[in-house]
């Protein structure tokens, strides 16, 4: 079964403050990690997309990285805009009965709060 | 404008009572997918669906249907809701399944 586990549950950074969000899984052949935002009363809305152990990709302050056990959102100057709740989620390339690839499982994510 | 779009936003209803959420998409995706969204529990994928009349249980089926029979809508049938199916249902969609999904906007569902 896959898993996924992110960690802090919350986070509180001042403006320009820099850190990092880390995702940690388990997933039967990894087809692709995924990174979400999420404001409050809306759906998630997408980041990223990183498929293999070694890959990084950027945007705007977001640099997402990926090993084979984790992956990290690193968050760089982050202003008061960039508070919002970061889901990260995995698809596997076999479900437990062998067959489908098209379930997706995501953490329950960071709330990350950036203050003034 | 590409977007998904579910219907009602907010329903509040009774044990028992059959109740259908439409999510429907003009992007012409072939991936569609259900989750529900709970507080300490993030979001879990209900049902999904790689293409027409092809469907898959995701984590948490029990209690729910769905249906694929044009690519643009991707009903969530509850046939007999129970108050632990209160929350915030989400559906999204992509062209892969491993590709960006585009999230609707949520249908916040209680059950009394």
């Known amino acids: 079964e896959d898993q996924v586990t992110q960690s802090p549950e919350a986070l509180r950074l001042q403006e320009g403050e820099s850190s990092s969000l880390n995702c940690s899984y388990t997933?039967?052949?990894?087809?692709?990690l995924f990174w979400y935002r999420q404001d409050p009363g809306k759906g998630p809305e997408f980041l990223f997309t990183l498929y293999s152990a070694g890959e990084e990709k950027e945007k705007e302050r977001l640099k997402a990285t990926l090993t084979k056990k984790e992956s990290f959102l690193h968050i760089t100057a982050p202003k008061p805009e960039d508070s919002a709740t970061y889901l990260c989620?995995?698809?596997?390339?076999?479900?437990?009965?062998?067959?489908?690839?098209?379930?997706?499982?995501f953490g329950q994510g960071t709330i990350l709060t950036v203050h003034p | 404008e590409a977007q998904v779009t579910q219907n009602p936003r907010y329903l509040i209803t009774v044990t028992g009572k059959k109740l259908t959420v439409t999510c429907s998409q003009n992007m012409n995706h072939e991936y569609m997918s259900w989750y529900r969204q709970d507080p300490g529990l993030g979001l879990r994928q209900i049902y999904y669906s790689m293409n027409v009349e092809v469907t898959d249980k995701g984590d948490v089926p029990e209690g729910y249907k769905v249906s694929r029979k044009e690519k643009r809508n991707f009903p969530l049938i509850l046939e007999s809701p129970s108050p632990n199916q209160t929350s915030l249902y989400f559906c999204?969609?992509?062209?892969?399944?491993?590709?960006?999904?585009?999230f609707g906007p949520g249908t916040r569902l209680t059950v009394t």
């Open positions: 989620a995995v698809q596997g390339r076999l479900d437990a009965g062998g067959t489908s690839y098209g379930k997706l499982t």
């Open positions: 997933v039967s052949g990894l087809r692709g």
């Open positions: 999204a969609s992509s062209f892969l399944p491993q590709g960006e999904q585009y």
